[in-house]
């Protein structure tokens, strides 16, 4: 059996990874993409069809999305692990800067089509006078970002890669990948078959627990937050009318964000405990007590969804990249999603590569070489640096230290409100990034 060549191979086409393969679709460089998950087959599969979807799972194990580290979790037990192993529930909040890379990229009318817009986020604490808002009329431009299923934007994803005629290689995983006489030499798998690819270049998009990481010998600094994301449905009376709302709880913040008239994505950042609480609670119990927390500004609270937990860390790389290798996605930086900026700090690199790796093939540079892969690691640190602090002030001060919760976080508020500048700071660094973005 021959290998089969590429000039850049990327492991993981999750949803950095095939922005990336979109974003160097139009060059003359061979690109293929490995994807463990075969996102374009992946049904969305209920939450309350559990036994067929466990059929679905036992056929092909490879079409799950539990990350390595929830395995290993103490604090999930087996039962949750089976619900945790049904569906992938998060929805994501795309800013404004990545709506239109994938403008870009040519995805954004079927996003657009089932994303819910957001006109303003309200921001309050629970048991405190102090609210803020920050809506998009007041920053000039339309929206300020949207919400989307997470499944319908990797399989819009993958099917655009198939579409550009880029290889995709899914289901398959990369097993063993080594380097001979300047070339990676790539084994992947699905069950019983293997394949061989070589690269010249290989992009290592493979998620926060990254084999490819480990493999290369690269370190990764971790801060365990002791927090999980809760993460469920929501519905209410009254409509949501395309706004957001995030509320500092004692228990922890807790965030809304449109997926419909009158439906909604909750997202809570809490410790394992509550979440472990929460996520067998019964219904009842979860509405009475939510509305409890949030009052009645959205009417009466209908119903809730089973919750999903997804223990969160902060992760960042120690080295970027090696000669012919590179980090990008949450396999380089994993983010808490108190910010919701995980993907789209992650877009913005795979925007920033694409255009350096691009730009070096045209003047005729080894596109592989490691001071191109270091010209775009300079090109992104500004932005990698800003959100990573942004997003752990966000966590360490306002979202888990209750002394300053008490203590300062209503002077916060009215420094948002109050302080010339503040808002649109904010605004500017949840909107897309700190840097002015060249491709938009
Ligand atoms: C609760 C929660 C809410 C979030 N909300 C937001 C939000 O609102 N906005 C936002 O911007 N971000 C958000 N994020 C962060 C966002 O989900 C991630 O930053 C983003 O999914 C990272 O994409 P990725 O492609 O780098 O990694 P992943 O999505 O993890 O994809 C990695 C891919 O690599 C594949 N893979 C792994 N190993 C191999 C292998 N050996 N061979 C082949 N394939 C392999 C996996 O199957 C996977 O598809 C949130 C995160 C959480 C936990």
């Known amino acids: 059996m021959s290998d089969e060549s590429y000039d850049i191979v990327i492991v993981g086409g999750g949803l950095v990874g095939n922005s990336l393969a979109l974003a160097l679709a139009q060059s003359s460089l061979q690109i293929a993409v490995v994807e463990a998950i075969d996102y374009e087959q992946k049904t969305e599969i209920s939450i309350h069809s559990i036994s067929s979807c466990d059929e679905a799972c036992a056929q092909t194990s490879s079409a799950v999305y539990i990350p390595v580290h929830e395995q290993r979790d103490k604090h999930t037990t087996k039962s949750q692990l089976e619900r945790r192993r049904v569906e992938d529930n998060r929805a994501i909040g795309l800013s404004y800067t990545s709506q239109?890379?994938?403008?870009?990229?040519?995805?954004?009318?079927?996003?657009?089509?089932?994303?819910?817009?957001?006109?303003?986020?309200?921001?309050?604490?629970?048991?405190?006078?102090?609210?803020?808002?920050?809506?998009?009329?007041?920053?000039?431009?339309?929206?300020?970002?949207?919400?989307?299923?997470?499944?319908?934007?990797?399989?819009?994803?993958?099917?655009?890669?198939?579409?550009e005629a880029l290889a995709l290689y899914a289901p398959y995983r990369v097993n063993l990948c080594h380097r001979v006489e300047g070339q990676w030499q790539l084994t992947l798998t699905n069950g019983p078959i293997e394949k061989k690819l070589k690269a010249r270049l290989v992009v290592a998009a493979d998620g926060s627990d990254s084999e490819l990481r480990r493999t290369m010998g690269i370190t990764a600094q971790v801060w365990d937050y002791q927090q999980s994301a809760l993460v469920s449905r929501l519905t209410f009376s009254k409509p949501l009318n395309n706004r957001s709302y995030e509320r500092f709880?004692?228990?922890?913040?807790?965030?809304?964000?449109?997926?419909?008239?009158?439906?909604?994505?909750?997202?809570?950042?809490?410790?394992?405990?509550?979440?472990?609480?929460?996520?067998n609670a019964d219904e009842k119990i979860v509405l009475q007590q939510l509305q409890n927390i949030w009052g009645y500004r959205l009417g009466r609270l209908q119903s809730a969804s089973p919750a999903v937990h997804y223990p969160l860390r902060r992760i960042e790389a120690n080295q970027l990249y090696q000669e012919g290798f590179v980090l990008i996605g949450n396999a380089a930086q994993t983010l808490h999603p108190v910010a919701a900026q995980g993907f789209n700090l992650g877009l913005r690199s795979a925007m920033m590569l694409a255009e350096v790796l691009c730009s070096a093939q045209k003047g005729g540079r080894d596109y592989a070489e490691a001071a191109i892969l270091a010209e775009y690691v300079a090109k992104q640190a500004l932005d990698r640096k800003q959100i990573a602090r942004f997003t752990h002030f966000l966590v360490s001060r306002f979202a888990a230290d209750r002394e300053f919760f008490n203590q300062w976080r209503p002077l916060a508020l009215c420094g948002l409100e109050w302080v010339p500048g503040a808002k649109s700071l904010l605004a500017r660094l949840g909107l897309g990034g700190a840097q002015k973005a060249l491709w938009v």
């Open 249 to 279: 709880t004692p228990l922890g913040l807790m965030a809304i964000l449109p997926a419909g008239a009158h439906e909604a994505t909750f997202i809570w950042s809490t410790t394992h405990d509550q979440a472990a609480y929460w996520q």
């Open 100 to 163: 239109r890379i994938l403008q870009k990229l040519g995805v954004w009318p079927q996003i657009e089509a089932k994303a819910h817009p957001i006109d303003s986020v309200h921001i309050s604490l629970q048991g405190r006078f102090g609210v803020a808002t920050i809506s998009a009329a007041e920053q000039g431009l339309a929206s300020l970002g949207c919400n989307i299923d997470i499944h319908y934007l990797q399989k819009i994803l993958a099917h655009r890669v198939r579409l």
